[in-house]
């Protein structure tokens, strides 16, 4: 089952905060996020493993509940680079981590000078 | 990460034709999947590319329209066969080298006449 992604598209101002959430109706082992730009292939982000778990990557991180199936990606500060489709990608319990993995609609970000 | 490449880059077939898409790591990896991409669409897994055996195709995917090879831990091969219009596509190769995450390859725009 498709997770959803939300919101489908927002637009920012340079330096503003965005949080893009992605839910899913199956319990999740791993949830993996992508930022795709118009034309190349999808780029990795970070990937959440355990309940609860919280990343960070420079600017970007984010938290993984495993209760409510549940990520959210957190942009702070964003940059004009950040532009882009944010996908993520899930992998179901039954999968046990060796499944390919199922993507949400995608949001599309746009950041403005 | 691994480095993944994938030829051809883009093509343009007729109709009633065929097309093998080839993905080449430079390093052993335990998994290889292959997705499809439709424009301006989310990612769908087409199947898993499994090392000496038949590959574990998605639901709505099947071998004779999608037939894939993985002779070994390094290389593998997606034929999209009698295409039609309808499988003009951004196709894509990932891989996972011991552990997750997946990483992408650079994808290959298929356009079918």
């Known amino acids: 089952q498709q997770p959803v992604q939300s919101p489908q598209a927002v637009i920012l101002r340079e330096g503003e905060d965005a949080v893009i959430n992605c839910s899913s109706s199956?319990?999740?082992?791993?949830v993996h996020w992508y930022r795709q730009k118009h034309g190349e292939a999808p780029v990795f982000l970070m990937i959440?493993?355990?309940?609860?778990e919280q990343k960070g990557h420079e600017k970007i991180s984010a938290s993984f509940n495993e209760k409510k199936q549940q990520s959210s990606l957190y942009l702070t500060a964003s940059q004009l680079s950040y532009s882009g489709t944010y996908f993520c990608?899930?992998?179901?319990?039954?999968?046990?981590?060796?499944?390919?993995?199922?993507f949400g609609k995608g949001t599309h970000l746009i950041i403005q000078p | 990460s691994a480095v993944i490449s994938q030829k051809p880059s883009r093509d343009i077939c007729q109709r009633g034709t065929s097309l093998t898409i080839q993905c080449q790591v430079d390093?052993?990896?335990?998994?290889m999947f292959w997705y499809r991409q439709q424009p301006g669409q989310s990612l769908t897994l087409i199947a898993t590319?499994?090392?000496?055996?038949?590959?574990?195709?998605e639901s709505g995917f099947v071998i004779d329209k999608f037939p894939i090879s993985r002779p070994n831990l390094t290389f593998s091969t997606l034929t999209v066969s009698n295409m039609s219009p309808e499988d003009s596509s951004i196709y894509l190769c990932?891989?996972?080298?011991?552990?997750?995450?997946?990483?992408f390859g650079p994808g290959t725009r298929l356009t079918v006449l």
């Open positions: 990932s891989v996972v080298a011991l552990l997750p995450p997946q990483y």
């Open positions: 199956k319990a999740l082992y791993s």
């Open positions: 959440l493993l355990k309940g609860g």
């Open positions: 990608g899930t992998e179901s319990v039954e999968g046990g981590g060796a499944d390919g993995l199922t």
């Open positions: 390093s052993q990896v335990t998994m």
């Open positions: 590319a499994n090392q000496g055996s038949e590959a574990t195709y």
